[in-house]
């Protein structure tokens, strides 16, 4: 059954208050409950003037505030900081270069860490001054750095590695082709390339080459025919003849090269790297043959931190 | 008889095992005692003869106590110096001379104990470092005699 409903027309009065709330002024709880509260007006050049104070506020804030940036002082000579000659002592800051000539060298404070001696013909820049990073690119020369602070905070990159601070004083040598060789006088570096790492200890270095990376580290007190053959296994494709020759010449501290060459060689060869190991080190509790073949993580952890009391 | 032998051995065997028979010290580079990649004893950075101390076979670090000294012939004459042992983790110390021996011959005496057990090393120190294959460990802290001839062998 369907019912028509009759049209009837609304009253006046109902039109009347609509148009009288629109232009009334509305205060907090008053006001058309179905209507929306309207914004008082204000002038729009008011605005943009709050926006351009606020703006320039920001800009005079970033402007005054400090930049981080490290002392550096002159040892010898005149380098140049940003291209300038520096003064005796002078700052300086991320993304600008400092340079020595032959006669030259600069000491850099890096941060309240350490410090860095930069040897005459090098080039560095400050790549990071912040509090969890500071962080150097040698781009050529040399530099020994001496840095007391907790571990992975100061880096130093080089085009063929990155030398890792873990508490430690190191030189730093890279030619401009990225050749270049870390040798660690106190604690570990740790040398890092595209996930190549190499742990290198006080007594002990590492040549890094351009597009290889960190090489395997070795004792300097090595012979120079494992120095030698070792050069020629990780950049000249040695192969098994250099190998063996490193085995063959291994001592007991020299179980450095040897557990870093366990994860560098063919399987096939691994046993036998192994195998020379336990020859000139027995093998130390918690670790089992199968798992350091295998190349556990934690077993070769262990191992290598047993084999450090014989390093 | 052979029941009477059993409980003398069993007897033996718990008497040197209370004794901690097995406990020893390890000498090692000043490294050995700083893990890469691990948490975290502030670095301690000294210069010089430093070497790294591990406590072996001590079933309770907390009982452990290491102690020290340098023992030197300088010029024909005995001294003694004091020496820094600073903790790197449980169970492992770096020891540092507190001021470089440079003139003269010297080793380091130690002398540790863990509960009653007791452990000794007598390290010589050169120009580079301890020298590791001179290192002595002995089964308590050295006696003087024992000091002496380490040093005489050091300065012929």
Known sequence: MKFDLPLAKAPDSIWTAIEASLTEPRSSGSGHPYLPRRLPRRPLWIAALAAAASLATAIFIWYRTPRPAWEVVRLDGSPSIASKPMAAVAKIGVGQWLQTDASSRARISVGNIGTVEIAPNTRVEVVAARPDQQRLKLARGEISASVSAPPRLFFVDTPAGAAVDLGCAYTMKADPDGNGLLRVTLGWVSLEWEGRESLVPAGASCRTRQK???????????????????????????????????????RIRDTLTLWHLLS???????????????????????????????????????????????? | MEMVKRIVICAAVAASTAAGGDFSLSIGNAFAALVPGGATAPVIKKTGNQFAVRMQNCDSQDRVQLNGVAEGL???????????????????????????????VWVVSLSATCGSAKAGALVPIGPQGFLRDKVKLLPRAATQPEIDVVLKALNP
């Open chain 1, 212 to 250: 290889t990376g960190p090489g395997t580290p070795y004792f300097d007190d090595a012979s120079p025919r494992l120095r030698n053959a070792l050069a020629d296994f990780d950049f000249n494709g040695g192969g098994d003849p250099a190998l063996a020759i490193v085995l063959a010449e291994a």
């Open chain 1, 264 to 311: 560098r060689v063919d399987p096939t060869a691994r046993e036998g790297v192994y195998n020379r190991m336990v020859d000139l080190v027995p093998l130390p509790n918690g670790v089992e043959k199968d798992r350091a073949l295998q190349l556990d993580p934690s077993t070769l952890k262990h191992w290598r931190e047993e084999l450090a009391w014989k390093w």
């Open chain 2, 74 to 104: 300088v010029q024909g004459q005995r001294s003694s110096a004091p020496i820094s042992i600073d903790a790197a983790s449980p169970g492992i110390y770096v020891v540092s001379p507190i001021r470089a021996q440079s003139e003269g």
